[in-house]
């Protein structure tokens, strides 16, 4: 392959292996495998990259692993990594085509099938070409669905042993057009954490409430309560959610018994950290002050999952720019509107400056979201995601002669 014409077009070297590339992303499809279990998954990766000649590193954050293509020259020192996630969901897949899972109760349901298979198409197009100086590391990580591979990963020394000077990662979106790609230069997705509100009461006779302090009653009041957060303490130009997602008291086979106890389990999603403590203040003084103000207790228990995936602006606009080089400015929206969903590539955001961007799938009109149980990554797009990839590495270190 002609140098000049592989750094000019890398979308076009790796159409010519597309077909090779379904096949691979349908079969991680049909195997899907949780998160830090996906054994099979890095095996097959690892063999990709080993038939590529590219130097592989298994184990890290578990079933994690890292390649590594060194630059037709290595002058410059830099080195750049690119991220996929592996794992599938705990979830049943409805599908009926031929590659669905073949693993009762897991499914790919959030494409990283799909993102794992792009990954492996700009390795294979950078193996082959090498029109770089310095460094690329491909990343290949287990567990993001809740997991924190990311920092597993980190805490395996990822970024010590692999000093990556920018980072970036992808993720589909169904709901942009097949061909377009969304980015902007800060906020992409919201911090995830969870709450659990334990409210301990006196349990009795549902016939005899006055001898009791009724927990579901209470509950219903933090429920209440907890809605006027938002919008009685967030500014307006800022976003925040809080959504209790889960309400267990008593037990229904027992309709005369008030219980002793009552839990609520719910999720805070935030961009700033300013908000996202005094979401965390007012939920624990807004539910020990009704408690008590029916003579029971309430205990917050707060975790943060996942911090806010941020963008920073010049590796942002970077990517931008690699992807209107591509695919016309038409095509690529640099100020695309922010998901409170959650991505443990933030971690990795906090560890390096990156960038991490939307690649439009499609099929959100024909009811095909990430999560469902319908999903699939559609094939169509591989190509423009494995190309972009490959192009940051070469326009961030390009061989200068």
Not at 87 to 100: C, G, K, S, T, V
């Amino acid at each position: 392959m002609d140098a000049g014409v592989a750094l000019r077009s890398p979308l076009e070297a790796i159409r010519k292996f597309h077909d090779d590339l379904t096949l691979l992303r349908r079969d991680l499809h049909a195997h899907p495998e949780l998160g830090f279990e996906e054994v099979r998954t890095s095996g097959i990766v690892a063999k990709a990259l080993e038939l590529l000649g590219v130097e592989v590193h298994r184990n890290i954050g578990k079933t994690g692993l890292v390649g590594i293509i060194h630059g037709r020259r290595c002058d410059s020192g830099r080195m750049i990594g690119l991220r996929a996630d592996m794992d599938a969901l705990p979830m049943a897949e409805d599908n009926a085509f031929a590659h669905r899972s073949s693993k009762p109760g897991l499914m790919h349901g959030c494409g990283h099938d799909g993102h794992t298979t792009i990954l492996l198409g700009a390795a294979r197009y950078l193996s082959r070409t090498r029109n770089f100086d310095g460094t690329a590391v491909l990343i290949f990580q287990p567990a993001e669905e809740g997991l924190g591979g990311a920092r597993a990963m980190m805490d395996d020394g990822l970024f010590d042993t692999y000093p990556c000077n920018e980072i970036y990662a992808l993720h589909n979106w169904p709901g942009l057009p097949a061909g377009k790609v969304g980015i902007n230069p800060g906020p992409m997705m919201a911090a995830s954490d969870r709450f659990e509100i334990v409210i301990e009461g006196k349990g009795g006779h549902g016939a005899h409430p006055y001898q009791t302090i009724d927990p579901v009653v209470v509950a219903g009041q933090i429920i209440t309560a907890t809605q006027s957060i938002v919008s009685r303490n967030v500014n307006p130009l800022d976003s925040a959610v809080v959504s209790i997602c889960s309400v267990q008291a008593g037990n229904p086979g027992a309709m005369s018994v008030i219980p002793r106890e009552a839990r609520l389990v719910g999720t805070v999603r935030t961009f700033r950290r300013t908000v996202q403590e005094m979401v965390e203040t007012r939920l624990r003084d807004l539910s020990s002050s009704i408690a008590a103000a029916f003579g029971a207790t309430a205990t917050l228990k707060y975790d943060r999952i996942y911090p806010a995936t941020i963008n920073t602006p010049r590796e942002a606009n970077f990517v931008a720019d690699v992807a209107t080089a591509m695919l016309g400015k038409e095509n690529v929206i640099r100020d695309l509107t922010p998901s409170m969903g959650a991505e443990d590539f933030s971690f990795m955001l906090q560890g390096r400056p990156g960038a991490y961007f939307r690649l439009g799938q499609g099929g959100a009109e024909q009811g095909c979201f990430l999560h469902s149980s319908n999903y699939d990554f559609n094939d169509a797009v591989i190509p423009l995601g494995a190309g972009i990839m490959a192009s940051l590495v070469e326009r961030s270190m390009p061989v200068v002669d």
